[in-house]
């Protein structure tokens, strides 16, 4: 912030040096220009000028900054600037008075007469309502342009911390059900109790190494997906049965973390769990177009009830809204009489891509 401000000074002197240099330049090449032959000492009359100039100006400028003037409306800053413009131009008439009659004394130059002193003050009026309404523009632009970026990055800032929100909310109640699970499986089959502790444990390091970025590869994401399907069927046993289908070209193809874990999460919650007899789940991933078609079926019923979050699916939606704006979401129908069909579609996306 202060290296921000110590610029801002620098271009500003810059630009008032370089400014006002050139309309002393511009003025000295006018009047020498209206009293050719004639004897009068230009340069130090201009350099007066000028310099009267530039010190009134900036003047202006610490009383604009101190007051806040670029906050004020319209109509209340203009009645401002006619009282501020004119008082500039007062001051730097006795200032250009002072210089010129008791300290500079040049050659040629007129005495101080009413008619001369109210033409000089219109013209230095006229001469520092350009200087401030050049710095006003100049000033709003500048506000304009920063209120635009925070807007930017506060936006971006929210979008990653919602991101980085929904990517990490799994059920713990899986989690316990899964340790749970184990514990009775140990007793009964502890090679399958190994196998399910790895299962639960490449799936937790997932999850945590998900975090680094917005995407992900597809061949982790399926092998997450099967981890959770495998812990899944240590719990439903026979009611279990699922399937995975996908085109292996698409292995190297880049989604969202969790897409395909949150799908079939909600595929056992409201679908699985709900039937006495159990159910399959079948999972059919392919291309179509550009985007990839992720499709899982479930044994079940659509039930709208206020008692179901669809939490799984919500956060999905959420995050494919904030990754692909405009984009369709995931979609949730009943496929035929038993069977629900949950489907989203992704842009093509492969590794070498920036996350």
Not at 125 to 153: A, D, G, P, R, T
Not at 272 to 279: F, H, P, V
Not at 293 to 304: D, E, F, L, Q, R
């Amino acid at each position: 912030m202060i290296k921000r401000k110590h610029k801002r000074e620098i271009i500003y002197w810059i630009c008032q040096l370089f400014g006002w240099t050139i309309f002393t330049l511009f003025m000295l090449s006018l009047i020498a220009f209206q009293n050719r032959g004639k004897d009068i000492d230009n340069v130090s009359i201009n350099i007066v000028l000028g310099c009267s100039f530039l010190f009134i100006s900036h003047l202006l400028r610490l009383i604009y900054k101190r007051y806040r003037y670029s906050q004020l409306k319209i109509f209340k800053l203009f009645i401002y600037l006619i009282l501020m413009n004119i008082t500039g131009a007062f001051i730097s008439q006795i200032l250009v008075t002072f210089m010129l009659y008791i300290v500079v004394k040049p050659n040629g130059i007129q005495p101080v007469t009413f008619q001369s002193t109210v033409y000089y003050m219109l013209n230095t009026n006229i001469i520092f309502w350009l200087w401030s309404v050049i710095y006003f523009v100049i000033h709003y632009f500048e506000n304009y342009k920063s209120s635009e970026i925070e807007k930017v990055e506060i936006k971006l800032a929210l979008k990653d911390a919602e991101l980085d929100m929904l990517k990490k909310q799994i059920d713990p109640h899986f989690t316990f059900n899964a340790l749970n699970n184990i514990r009775m499986l140990i007793i009964e089959d502890q090679y399958k109790a190994r196998e399910a502790v790895t299962s639960l444990s490449d799936l937790l390091r997932y999850s945590l190494q998900s975090g680094k970025g917005n995407y992900t590869l597809l061949v982790d994401e399926i092998e997450l997906t099967e981890n959770y399907l495998s812990l899944q069927k240590i719990q439903y046993e026979e009611k279990l049965h699922y399937k995975v289908n996908v085109d292996k070209e698409l292995y190297g193809v880049q989604v969202p973390p969790f897409t395909l874990q949150l799908l079939v999460e909600n595929a056992v919650k409201h679908g699985i769990s709900k039937q006495i007899k159990g159910g399959d789940i079948t999972l059919d991933i392919g291309k179509e177009d550009n985007t990839i078609s992720i499709k899982i079926y479930n044994t079940g019923v659509i039930v709208n009830s206020s008692g179901g979050t669809k939490t799984g699916l919500e956060n999905l939606k959420r995050r494919m809204e904030t990754l692909f704006p405009g984009g369709e979401g995931p979609c949730l129908i009943q496929y035929n009489e038993n069977t629900v069909l949950a489907k989203v579609t992704i842009p093509l996306r492969y590794e070498s891509s920036n996350s």
